[in-house]
């Protein structure tokens, strides 16, 4: 049984391996060479580009929307004149104090307000525990 012995398809095997490293080997010695003749630099770039977006033009519309959008309201704030006045508000104020004054019994007469509840100069008692408040 000699076929058993020889084993053809290991055989086989074996010489297409030997086949691919002779290739693999005649290759790398042809770059070797070729950056012997050269200038020595290595070829490692890499140019691949990234995979460009299916929507990235819709995407690139949308933004430049949004942005003439974005500066057409800040012109129109920018622009606009402020609709409230401070000095409208003094002489409003100033108004209503005197219609205050008018018509209290007892009006200020340029001091700060009283607060209602404060009670200066009366001291109260504290309640007795079975005091009932009216």
């Keep these: 049984y000699v076929h058993l012995h020889l084993k053809l398809k290991k055989l086989q095997l074996e ?3 030997l086949a691919t490293i002779e290739r693999d080997n005649r290759l790398l010695t042809e770059k070797m060479t070729h950056i012997v003749h050269t200038k020595g ?10 995979n460009k977006s299916l929507r990235g033009a819709r995407q690139k519309q949308e933004l430049l929307r949004i942005t003439h959008e974005n500066k057409a309201i800040y012109r129109r704030i920018s622009t606009k004149q402020p609709h409230y006045s401070a000095q409208q508000w003094e002489s409003d104020f100033d108004k209503n104090m005197q219609f ?5 019994s007892f009006p200020n007469q ?25």
């Design 100 to 104: 205050k004054s008018q018509i209290t």
């Design 110 to 134: 340029g001091k700060s307000p009283v607060r209602k509840g404060s009670k200066k100069g009366k001291k109260q008692s504290p309640a007795a525990p079975g005091d009932v408040a009216t």
């Design 15 to 17: 010489e297409e391996r």
């Design 41 to 50: 630099s290595v070829d490692n770039k890499n140019d691949y580009q990234r």
